[in-house]
């Protein structure tokens, strides 16, 4: 997703010389059409993220739009007093773009694995935390965070499935229906879409109807959605790649207390375990462990809806 992220991103600086691009020494093979292209948008900071968040605040202040760009945890949690601090605080229009979320560089360990991300991005005040799930919610969420409309967090995966029609519309804090069920909901953020719609596929054959919503915001959820599907299909799974704490599960779970809503099967699927996943593999291996692959999710949702 990284390519259609830097691409749409070409598109906005084609037009918006204030839209600048700011990496921390690493993804020349998807970075360097654009430093090629606007090399005067492009800065290569080295390996020192914080300087880099500094610096974006510090052009963000001046009147630019910022994206700083790194993998996993570097661009976000090396850099969290910086964002806080000169970011969040001012206003200022500095989008951090982290490519890899979850379990996306699972062969490098744990220090690789954006799992907690979500939860502790979500919780600053003045950021707009993205999480698109497939190939249209990378590109519109990267419109809507270049429009300057302050701190930005944009999750990435590594890959996305593309399961949009040509005249969807894009709009930040609503859920988007991807498909219609009857006993259960799912409601997902990020590329663990594609292994989500595989498990309704898998219950389908079991004769179990399941509904689809992705949540590209995980800082304005929309309540809307989330009612309509309780009361039509009563059962909500939370769907992601991340700790079940803090992330999309809790933020769902937090509207639906506050809402008085009574779901009759309420779960989030996500890493469970209060310690790190030591495990190295590929994503999908780390997924499969996790039970986050497409046969875990619906082995979970099943047993479930059973009891």
């Known amino acids: 997703m990284r390519d259609i992220f830097i691409d749409t991103l070409m598109d906005i600086a084609a037009?918006?010389?204030?839209?600048m691009l700011i990496t921390g020494d690493l993804g020349f093979g998807v970075v360097e059409k654009f430093e090629?292209?606007?090399?005067s948008q492009y800065i290569n900071v080295g390996v020192a993220e914080q300087n880099m968040t500094a610096l974006a605040a510090g052009l963000a202040l001046s009147g630019k739009t910022v994206f700083t760009y790194s993998i996993a945890n570097f661009p976000t949690l090396r850099c969290l007093e910086q964002i806080r601090n000169d970011v969040c605080y001012h206003k200022a229009n500095v989008v951090a773009v982290s490519i890899g979320g979850g379990f996306s560089y699972g062969g490098l360990g744990a220090s690789h694995h954006a799992t907690e991300d979500m939860a502790i991005l979500r919780a600053l005040p003045n950021m707009h935390a993205l999480v698109p799930s497939d190939a249209f919610e990378v590109r519109e969420a990267t419109k809507y965070l270049a429009k300057g409309i302050g701190a930005g967090y944009l999750r990435l995966d590594k890959t996305m499935p593309n399961t949009t029609g040509a005249k969807e519309e894009f709009e930040y804090g609503k859920a988007r229906l991807l498909r219609q069920g009857s006993d259960a909901t799912l409601i997902v953020s990020g590329g663990i879409l594609k292994d989500a719609l595989e498990a309704s596929d898998i219950l389908a054959e079991k004769g179990i109807s399941v509904r689809i919503l992705t949540m590209p915001s995980i800082s304005a959820i929309d309540m809307g959605s989330i009612a309509t599907a309780i009361e039509e299909t009563k059962a909500i799974f939370t769907v992601e790649e991340h700790r079940v704490v803090g992330g999309l599960g809790s933020a769902v779970a937090e509207l639906v207390l506050e809402?008085?809503?009574?779901?009759?099967v309420f779960q989030r699927l996500g890493i469970r375990g209060i310690g790190f996943v030591n495990d190295v593999g590929t994503q999908n291996y780390m997924k499969k462990i996790s039970q986050l692959d497409s046969v875990g999710l619906a082995d979970q949702i099943e047993l479930s809806l059973k009891v």
Not at 15 to 19: A, E, K
């Open 15 to 19: 037009t918006d010389p204030n839209v």
């Open 36 to 39: 090629n292209t606007y090399p």
């Open 259 to 264: 809402m008085g809503l009574k779901p009759s």
